[in-house]
């Protein structure tokens, strides 16, 4: 993996170890829902909240997409321990982020360079052998490794297709794309409940299992969109 050193990021919202500390507490400490994590799960949700301090985007994210993930898993009728696995891969999935250059984390204009873009697509990878290396379950490495890949092959970055693709990361993909549409981010601004449950309509079938996107869209239309 490549080395990203957290504390030496100039331009993120923290500046200091300390500052770090604070963050995470604040945004994890009260919300983990997991009586006593195990050691290798604690040090993964540890790391996302490095992320989520690392990147102000990333403090709802990972929240919002484990509770669309979650919530999915409830609205298919999946057993309460899948529905955890959905909710853990959705909290870490993004956590091979941790390993962008720092140039990449700084990177404010629209236009990427190759290598950049490179880092992007491998961030499923990173984040998927981040969390085997700490011996967190295969079916949660799984929903981070494979949260990308696209019914089409299109995805990155194994380019899987179709049922290659496991349930937990198709459910991760679903929600990662609803809550990429409906928040402002630095390259587009958010687009209304309705627009975005069009757009992800037209996904179905090429990007995602239609008969997940069919029950994801019954269950925003019956309970909204997820809250901060
Ligand atoms: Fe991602």
Known sequence: MKGNAVTETACGPFRSVGRMA????????????????????????TLAGLLAAQDAYHQGHGRRVAAYAERLGRRLGLPEAEVEILRLAGRLHDIGKIAFSRDLLCNRRRRLSPAMVEEIRRHPLWGGELLRAIEVADAVVDGVRFHH????GSGYPYGLHGEEIPQTAAVIGIADCFDALTTDRSYQKARSI???LALLAGFAGRSFDPRLVEAFRREIRDHGPAAG
């Open 22 to 45: 604070s963050t995470f507490t604040s945004l994890y400490g009260p919300d983990l829902r997991i009586p006593s994590p195990s050691p290798p799960l604690r040090q993964g949700l």
């Open 194 to 196: 309705e627009e975005a």
């Open 149 to 152: 890949e696209r019914r089409d």
